[in-house]
């Protein structure tokens, strides 16, 4: 694992002095590489699907790990969009003159070796690598067990590229040792990576944060909450409830709980269980939601639960400071959203919570690097510091200051 990492370090500088026009072609090579290559990318991910099945894993998780002929175009698209991207690495970001004379210029660089530990979907392992290579890091990956072939296979067909180009192949790489033990070495090794980002389920990123001696941005659950006020337009707010959990349920930014004004429950919760029985979604409620429609249950737990399936808790509150209390114990700062047609409100709102995205009028969904306009992300940081929310190409770089002198002492 150290002789890996150092071979990873030491080709940083190689990646530093390529020029954004030549990243940009050698993306654009990536991306037609992957078209080419999909019939094998889809015999690999048969592999993956089949042990899937008989590992009984979810059908949200089959269907991360799923590749077809869309979703391989799909992953090229997206590295055409980072090819697109500006270049975010050496950039002067600020610059003035001090009383002594001397120039400084604030410059962006990349941050030099990051490691990546991900769970289920084989499109990270190219969204990330592209958005690396774009903002010239070295990075090292750790996908899941579970999309191991897919994951060998898109590597493979990305390394040829950079072999093609005379790169060493170490600038973009999958961990040597997948195992327990390998992520536990590699969340330690300082002297070589600069940077983890842990993106999976809750004891993944409580081990990492927990162990590493790297620095550590957070890819934490997403317990996402849509809260439908009492001066609400409820024909929009059953729209987006309905498309915040159930479009595509096993994604982060897929609402878990919906809230709901007490002084609109009785009109709305009936019209929501109509709507949401429509959709196969399995419901659960509080004891007031009971009291009003008939679902399951729902208690502490499972209002603490990522679901990641087509499953919703139900509360009824007690207006916008019952959903902000609600939010503010059981949210993640992934995302969070108020329907209202009152701005006073709705600015409340906004301020009180404290969450990566917070929205009006609109579906958590839209928490993505894409829907940001950011082209493809690392992943959703629910971090504070350094990046927050979704993370594209700007989050992967840091700064350094350039000082020009004359011959200036102090």
């Known amino acids: 694992m150290e002789q890996f990492l150092a071979e990873a370090k030491s080709s940083s500088r190689i990646l530093g002095n390529l020029s954004g026009s030549e990243k940009n072609r050698i993306l654009k090579e990536m991306a037609n590489a992957l078209r080419a290559n999909t019939m094998d990318l889809m015999e690999a991910n048969a592999i993956d699907m089949l042990e899937g099945e008989k590992n009984r894993l979810t059908s949200a998780l089959m269907d991360r790990l799923f590749l077809d002929e869309e979703r391989v175009e799909s992953m090229a698209v997206a590295i055409e969009e980072i090819a697109a991207l500006k270049e975010p690495v050496g950039r002067v970001l600020d610059g003035w003159v001090t009383e002594d004379g001397l120039k400084i210029e604030k410059v962006s660089i990349a941050i030099g070796v990051i490691g990546i530990i991900y769970e289920s979907r084989p499109n990270v392992t190219s969204d990330t690598a592209a958005l690396c290579f774009k903002s010239s890091n070295v990075c090292v990956l750790k996908g899941g067990k579970e999309a191991e072939f897919s994951n060998k296979a898109i590597a493979k067909v990305l390394q040829a590229v950079l072999a093609k180009n005379s790169l060493p192949t170490s600038l973009i790489s999958l961990i040597p040792d997948?195992?327990?033990?390998?992520?536990?070495?590699?969340?330690?090794?300082?002297?070589?990576?600069?940077?983890?980002?842990?993106?999976?389920?809750?004891?993944?990123?409580?081990?990492?944060?927990?162990?590493?001696?790297?620095?550590?941005?957070?890819?934490?659950?997403?317990?996402?909450?849509?809260?439908?006020?009492?001066?609400?337009?409820?024909?929009?707010?059953?729209?987006?409830?309905?498309?915040?959990?159930?479009?595509?349920?096993?994604?982060?930014?897929?609402?878990?709980?919906?809230?709901v004004d007490k002084k609109i429950a009785k009109e709305a919760l009936p019209q929501l269980k109509e709507a949401f029985d429509a959709a196969a979604t399995e419901l659960k409620g509080c004891s007031q939601t009971q009291e009003i429609i008939s679902v399951a249950n729902a208690t502490d737990e499972d209002f603490d639960t990522e679901y990641l399936a087509n499953i919703l808790n139900i509360k009824v509150v007690d207006g916008v400071n019952g959903a902000i209390e609600h939010i503010v114990r059981f949210g993640s700062g992934h995302s969070e959203a108020i329907i209202t047609e009152n701005i006073t409100t709705a600015e409340e709102f906004l301020n009180n919570i404290d969450a990566a995205a917070v929205y009006v009028n609109a579906s958590t969904r839209f928490t993505d690097g894409g829907a940001f306009g950011f082209g493809a992300e690392v992943g959703i940081s629910t971090n504070k510091l350094h990046a927050r929310g979704p993370m594209g190409i700007e989050g992967l770089t840091t700064y350094k200051y350039k000082i020009y002198g004359k011959g200036q002492i102090r």
Not at 205 to 211: E, T
Not at 227 to 235: G, Q, S
Not at 243 to 254: D, F, I, W
Request: charge should be positive.
């Open 178 to 259: 997948s195992s327990r033990e390998g992520v536990a070495k590699l969340i330690k090794m300082d002297k070589y990576v600069d940077l983890i980002i842990p993106r999976g389920g809750a004891g993944l990123i409580k081990y990492v944060s927990q162990n590493a001696t790297v620095s550590v941005v957070k890819h934490d659950k997403g317990e996402c909450h849509t809260y439908i006020d009492k001066d609400a337009n409820l024909e929009n707010a059953i729209k987006i409830a309905i498309n915040a959990k159930v479009q595509r349920p096993g994604v982060c930014n897929a609402m878990e709980t919906l809230l």
